[in-house]
């Protein structure tokens, strides 16, 4: 006696939290009864294996009926075939849209193309994630990437709107199209340390403080073909960042930058005399970055160059982090008594996210 | 021209591409109402079209509003081929056409293409204008109203109760027309869908106009069948029970009534709770009465369970004085009618007086080609034919009324079984005769009607009994025989005294059939039937007997006939009446006592027997206080015989006498092991487990001895189809197979609904069908709905598993320290034994649902508050919560987003666009009250795929397609301006499928009643908790849906 047909339609469609876990972890219907099965539930509500079976292939064929209105989420609450109370509808969209650390780590910044959809058996085997799941976190980056990209306004209120996913989950997506739009350079190996929450507040950072959007101007022409005002950076800024250079350039400024800080600072770092040695190289490094910053080949660098030119440094000298956080904070400050400077308004523009972001990556 | 219909189309939207090169479409609307064809503008390039019609009008005769269905056609334009049909809406006008339901239809109504499903939404407007007719020649019958209810809808009060009501129609079947050959299978099944529309609505017309000749004005127990007869035709054929109703005042309908129906009945004066009663007969021989009639009508009736060799007509005549008033005084009411049948299952008070028993009758018949459409005489014939058979049985058992009468066919091929089946009973003429009945006749009846055991006594006389029947004296009053087994299709009177709970027990047969052709196979078939039904009778009462119980309400029994073999499926509930005595217990006896391992191995499974008794009675908690026999009364008349229970032939076995009876002084049924046949039937019995803990089912309205509902209710469609191995097919196999599919079918149930727990399956109903040779088609639809877990506490508290004693503890917790809880722990007390997931509530907007594993209704949350306080609380907490998150984008006003967003994080539910629509087949909705009933559902749709494996085989199909049919149900409901579908049933469900050729098909026909409903809680809180629902009207709104 063989199963032909075998179904259950409720009239509130019924979600199993653990089942659409291990449909979203990409397992084929057979795994997901063994994981099942290993997990006791047998023993505690006395089911067969087959009933198990029949149960898991069920909820497996709802979510695959449901995949499709996830990818648009409004869709899923307007359609009409499928009774769900809107805050199971929330907790699908969240689920499906929410993606592994370890995945989002190898494709952040790269270019979402198909390309790199290749790469995903290697992902796959790498992360030991599957391959299902890497094609549907991969798919739902570029479906994210796609919609927003072209729009205007912001970007996590974009986000939110059109995949309506929660707060926290929408400020991930918003990093992870910043990033891909920008192509920064995540995967050196120098750059294996920093957790994709470490990119994220960068980016965030990044987003409100160095793009079009975040200078809060209404386009002269809202026909006009305007860059995307958050995934963009700043084009004019990235070019006036080259005014910059002059804290470093110029010698008398640079020794007077350095005794301001200097003096401030005396007695209260631990590595107060590694950091006078090094102050002049971690300036110089600091200033180039933001010098460089207008070709997108080191734009893309930004992250290696900032943890070769700052974060390495100070590592190897033992900065503890509130000497990096006082040094920083020392170190921005004190432009502004500099008289001969006169981009105050950008130094600050420019200082003020990195200093978030350096803070940030400063970890081992 | 007495009517004037208006339709307007709105908008649609989801719109499927049409044109691959655009990724877009052209879309505009034909209305098309009789001959009469409206159209739209084209709306260029959209996939959400906005039309904004004119009013369409149809001015046309009120027959045709009631027979036709407004059909709506969405097209594509293409203006250099043929237009392409997006798919259809067919609304059923209906419920326009008298004054108390709906006034208008306004709604998304999903478009449908039988082959791609849904396709996209329609908004669309529908108004009626109907002009006085006073025409007495009138063909319609407009202002009747139908109910597929079987009980006095609730917001109604029962004047009078006319009675039967029936017709028929036939026609062609689209399918099996010539034309068919040229048109395409999609335009074929569309013209089906099409055809059976118009033959429904032409149908009720003539129902209606039964019902208004005998000057009803309703129609309640409405229940249409499809036959689907191949070749020779499709019929489309209706019973109801015509009443006159009186709808009840609406402000009293607004007032806060109380969880259960039952409590219902005692606080409120609204509701006519349903109180009768019956009787049944039991292990009676069968009386086949084979008669070949004309050539090609082959026919072979069966009465069940009924000896009427013994019974006479004039059975009753002898009984008391009163009891000859009553009949005759009744019997005068009735004898007006060809046949005094209900549809009803429950009945106003006082209706009801007494139950003689299950009455049914099967018929055999071949089919042949309609000739004539418009004379349909041979289906109404052979239907005649039965209910005359039905109506000598009651009358048989000293009854003169059949109660919860239904009507079904089985066909394969050419040959079609005809059943027909009910509960005779006595009842008063209360309701049944217009003007005034005899007061001081009436107020006897209820003098002499003991409550809760009165339909319990037996209508017949006691020494003329129709058949053998062992009588005691009523346990309750002590005053009137009763039988000691008591069989009914109805439901369990509300004020029936029933001791412990309720279950379901089924009776589950196959019989092998050589495959025949015709006037054979009509042979053949008739020849089983008989063992069939005394076999499935010998079934139920062995179960019956092994669960403790004395009386089976709801009983249905299927005979489905396949090419191969024939099926039998008995579903009914258990119960232990207060009134009837306790059940013996099941006696095994050895035929060949000789042999000291048989022997050894005859006590092994009569020890399990027993254990499985004492088990059952503690599980479904049947102590019946002990009664000594001089309590009892008077001896019996007749000897006390032995009920004996033998395979096939029986055979004089003295021996039996001599047996020591296990179970008490009762009689004890004794199961005799003469070959290896009894040996399976005697495992089979043992191998039916009880539900998981928490469970319970019935296929009855509700559950005897649970009443504390809570308003989590989900409704749901099982369907199953297993193919048999070819090789081992016995009847043991196959019985083994079957009763295996069953069983399983309803562990996994069990497993899906676990996270309600606990919980009751109410109203089970399995459908068995044949769609092949080697295939099984099992399918089911029920209601699991929760109820308190206060009481399932004491109830359970002998065998609660180690989960629910948590329950337990986590429960008292919460009822000591109410007000310390704060939203956080509401949730996890309420769900104990649900897997944690912090995450995953704060992922959601503080949703406590979000923690439990299988969510129906999370509204319910609220309901197993043990406080309103922490209801409020909890709601304050998400609202708060979710506020937070609103404000950032809430100025941002995308077009589609605004909207959107707010149902993200806003309160769960409060502005979802797509309101919650509850279905369920009940007659009722537990902590609601239903203030409005807008009309029947009653819809036929067809789905075929050519591309099966694509569409995720079978299952995905069916699965898409049943979801589809209850989106449809669901749209047409909210359109109506309704929040639910009462009474609902899937009364067909064919599926047939050619997997080497990717191909599916599948017909289904559902119906039900459209009702608005008030949830109580909100009538409650609107009046304890005024100023915190003021602050967030919104979140009323939640707990409602």
């Known amino acids: ?364 | 021209m007495p009517g004037k219909l208006k339709v307007k189309i709105v908008a649609g939207r989801h719109l499927p591409v049409m044109d691959r090169a655009s990724d877009l479409t052209d879309a505009f609307v034909e209305v098309k109402f009789g001959n009469t064809t409206f159209k739209t503008d084209v709306y260029l390039k959209s996939l959400n079209p906005q039309w904004n019609s004119e009013w369409f009008k149809f001015e046309v005769d009120d027959e045709d509003l009631q027979d036709e269905p407004l059909q709506i056609t969405v097209l594509d334009h293409d203006t250099y081929s043929a237009n392409d049909a997006i798919g259809k809406v067919y609304i059923d006008i209906d419920p326009l056409l008298y004054s108390e339901a709906a006034t208008v239809i306004s709604g998304w109504f999903p478009i449908y293409d039988t082959i791609h499903g849904i396709r996209g939404e329609i908004n669309v407007v529908v108004k009626v204008d109907l002009f006085n007719d006073l025409n007495r020649f009138r063909q319609s019958s407009c202002g009747v109203k139908f109910f597929c209810t079987t009980s006095i809808p609730k917001c109604y009060r029962a004047v009078v109760i006319h009675g039967f009501v029936e017709e028929l129609v036939v026609n062609e079947d689209p399918e099996y027309q010539w034309i068919d050959r040229i048109r395409t299978p999609r335009a074929s099944n569309e013209a089906r869908q099409r055809l059976i529309s118009l033959m429904s609505g032409e149908l009720q017309r003539k129902i209606g106009l039964k019902v208004l000749e005998m000057r009803g004005n309703a129609v309640v127990g409405y229940l249409q069948c499809f036959d689907l007869e191949g070749e020779s035709g499709l019929v489309v054929r209706a019973i109801g029970t015509a009443c006159t109703l009186d709808k009840l005042s609406s402000p009293a309908t607004f007032l806060p009534a109380c969880n259960s129906p039952s409590k219902e009945m005692k606080e409120s004066p609204l509701v006519h709770p349903p109180s009768h009663g019956c009787r049944s007969t039991h292990n009676s021989p069968i009386h086949t009465a084979t008669g070949s009639r004309l050539t090609q009508s082959f026919s072979v009736s069966v009465p069940t369970l009924i000896y009427t060799g013994m019974g006479s007509g004039s059975a009753g005549k002898e009984g008391g004085p009163f009891k000859a008033l009553l009949r005759q005084q009744t019997q005068s009411a009735l004898e007006q009618r060809e046949f005094p049948f209900l549809t009803l299952t429950a009945f106003p008070p006082g209706l009801l007086v007494h139950v003689g028993g299950v009455v049914s009758a099967r018929s055999v018949k071949l089919l042949d080609r309609i000739h004539n459409p418009d004379e349909p005489e041979t289906r109404d014939a052979w239907w005649a034919e039965i209910r005359q058979e039905i109506k000598s049985h009651a009358k048989a058992l000293g009854c003169h009324a059949v109660v919860g009468y239904s009507e079904s066919t089985s066909i394969c091929e050419e040959v079609c079984i005809l059943s027909a089946s009910g509960t005779a009973a006595v009842l008063s003429p209360r309701f049944l005769q217009e003007g005034t009945v005899d007061g001081s006749l009436e107020q006897r009846v209820e003098e002499n009607l003991p409550v809760g055991c009165g339909f319990c006594h037996i209508p017949y006389d006691e020494l003329n009994m129709p058949f053998p029947a062992h009588l005691t004296h009523c346990y309750n009053c002590r005053k009137q025989k009763v039988p000691d087994v008591l069989f009914t299709t109805i439901d369990l009177p509300t004020d029936a005294v029933v001791i412990g709970k309720g279950c379901l027990i089924q009776a589950r047969l196959c019989r092998l059939k050589k495959k025949a052709q015709a006037e054979a196979n009509a042979t053949a078939i008739s020849n089983l039937l008989p063992f069939m039904e005394y076999e499935v009778h010998t079934q139920l009462m062995n179960k019956l007997k092994l669960k403790g119980m004395n009386a089976l309400f709801g009983l249905r029994i299927q005979i489905t006939v396949g090419e191969n073999m024939l099926m039998g499926l008995a579903s009914a509930t258990g119960v232990y009446l207060a009134a009837l005595p306790m059940p013996g217990g099941i006696q095994i006896a050895g035929k060949t006592p000789s042999d000291g391992s048989y022997e050894q191995h005859i006590s092994h499974m009569q020890k399990k027997i027993n254990d499985t008794i004492a088990k059952n009675k503690e599980l479904y908690e049947i102590n019946p206080p002990e009664v000594s026999e001089e309590i009892i009364g008077s001896p019996i008349p007749e000897p006390r015989q032995r009920s004996r229970l033998l395979r096939s032939q029986s055979e004089s076995s003295d021996e039996v006498t001599e047996l020591d009876l296990s179970h008490g002084k009762k009689d004890a049924f004794v199961l005799e092991i003469d070959d290896t046949d009894a040996m399976e039937d005697v495992h089979s019995l043992l191998t039916d487990v009880p539900p998981p803990s928490g469970f319970y089912s019935c296929n009855t309205e509700i559950m005897p001895g649970i009443n504390n509902w809570t308003s989590e209710i989900q409704m749901f469609t099982s369907v199953r189809v297993v193919r048999l191995s070819s090789l081992n097919l016995t009847n043991q196999a196959l019985n083994k197979n079957f009763n295996g599919l069953c069983e399983n079918l309803l562990k996994s149930l069990y497993f899906k609904l676990r996270s309600m727990t606990p919980c009751c399956l109410c109203h089970v109903n399995f459908t068995v069908s044949l769609p092949e040779d080697e295939l099984i088609q099992v399918t089911v639809t029920a209601v699991a709905i929760t109820f308190d877990k206060n009481q399932a506490l004491q109830t359970t508290k002998a065998h609660a598993e180690k989960s629910l004693q948590r329950a337990s503890t986590d429960n008292e917790e919460l009822l000591q320290f109410p007000l310390e809880l704060c939203s956080d722990s509401v949730p996890s007390h309420a769900f104990p034994a649900a897997k944690e997931h912090p995450e995953s509530a704060s992922s959601n907007s503080g949703t406590p649902a979000a923690q439990r594993a299988t969510s129906v209704d999370y509204s319910s949350f609220a309901d197993r508050c043990s406080s309103w306080i922490e209801l409020i609380k909890l709601k304050a907490q998400t609202i708060r919560r979710g506020s937070i998150k609103t404000t950032v984008t809430v100025e941002k006003a995308s077009p589609m987003g605004d909207g959107n967003f707010r149902n993200r994080s806003a309160p769960p539910c409060a502005g979802s666009t797509v309101g919650v629509v509850k279905m369920t087949p009940l007659s009722f909705i537990p902590g609601a009250k239903i203030t409005k009933y807008l009309g029947i559902i009653n819809m036929f749709f067809i789905r075929e795929t050519t591309s099966l494996r694509e569409e995720g085989g079978v299952s995905g199909f069916l699965h898409t397609f049943i979801a589809e049919v209850f989106a449809m149900v669901r749209a047409h409901v909210a359109a109506l301006g309704g929040n639910a579908v009462v009474s609902y049933i899937m009364k067909q469900c064919v599926f047939m499928e050619n997997p080497s050729k990717n191909q599916a098909q599948c017909l289904i026909n559902v119906s039900g009643d459209a009702v608005v409903f008030v949830r109580e809680s909100d009538l409650e809180v609107m009046s304890t908790q005024q100023p915190a629902v003021n602050c967030q009207p919104t979140c009323t709104g939640e707990v409602t849906t």
Not at chain 1, 73 to 89: E, N
Not at chain 1, 147 to 168: A, K, Y
Not at chain 1, 310 to 338: A, G, I, K, M, T
């Open chain 1, 1 to 364: 006696m063989t199963s032909e047909l075998d179904i259950f339609v409720g009239n509130t469609t019924l979600i199993d939290e653990d089942v659409y876990r291990l449909w979203l972890d990409g397992y084929s219907v057979n795994d997901a009864v063994a994981l099942r099965v290993r997990s006791g539930i047998l023993e505690q509500t006395g089911a067969t294996a087959g009933v198990l079976q029949s149960d898991t292939m069920d909820h497996y064929r709802t979510f695959h009926m449901l995949e499709r209105l996830l990818h648009a989420p409004p869709k899923l609450l307007h359609q009409l075939i499928f009774q769900i109370p809107p805050s199971r509808q929330a907790l699908l969209i969240e689920r499906y849209y929410t993606f592994d650390e370890a995945f989002v780590r190898e494709v952040l910044g790269k270019k979402l193309s198909k390309g790199t959809k290749k790469d995903l058996d290697d992902i796959s085997t790498k992360t030991g994630i599957t391959l299902k799941s890497c094609r549907r976190q991969f798919d739902n980056f570029k479906r994210v990437f796609k919609v927003v990209e072209e729009m205007r306004g912001s970007l996590v209120d974009n986000i939110q709107q059109h995949f309506l996913l929660s707060d926290r989950l929408a400020r991930d997506y918003a990093a992870i199209v910043f990033f891909a739009n920008n192509r920064f350079e995540t995967g050196k190996k120098k750059l294996q340390y920093l957790s994709f929450g470490d990119f994220a507040f960068c980016a965030e950072l990044m987003i409100q403080n160095w793009t079009l959007g975040a200078v809060g101007e209404a386009p002269t022409d809202p026909d006009s073909q305007m860059d995307d005002m958050d995934v963009d950076l700043d084009k004019e800024f990235l070019q006036d960042l080259k005014e910059l250079k002059v804290l470093v350039a110029d010698k008398d400024l640079l020794d007077l930058h350095k005794s301001l800080v200097c003096t401030a600072l005396r007695g209260k770092l631990s590595v107060f005399s590694e950091m006078e040695t090094n102050f002049k190289n971690l300036s110089r490094g600091l200033v180039n970055v933001a010098a460089k910053l207008t070709h997108n080949k080191d734009v893309r660098d930004l992250f290696v160059d900032l943890v070769e030119k700052f974060v390495e440094p100070c590592r190897s000298d033992h900065w503890p982090l509130s000497d990096v956080r006082l040094f920083l904070n020392q170190y921005s400050v004190s432009v502004h008594s500099l008289d001969g400077f006169r981009h105050q308004t950008l130094w600050d523009r420019y200082m003020g996210t990195l200093r978030g972001c350096l803070l940030r990556l400063y970890h081992d």
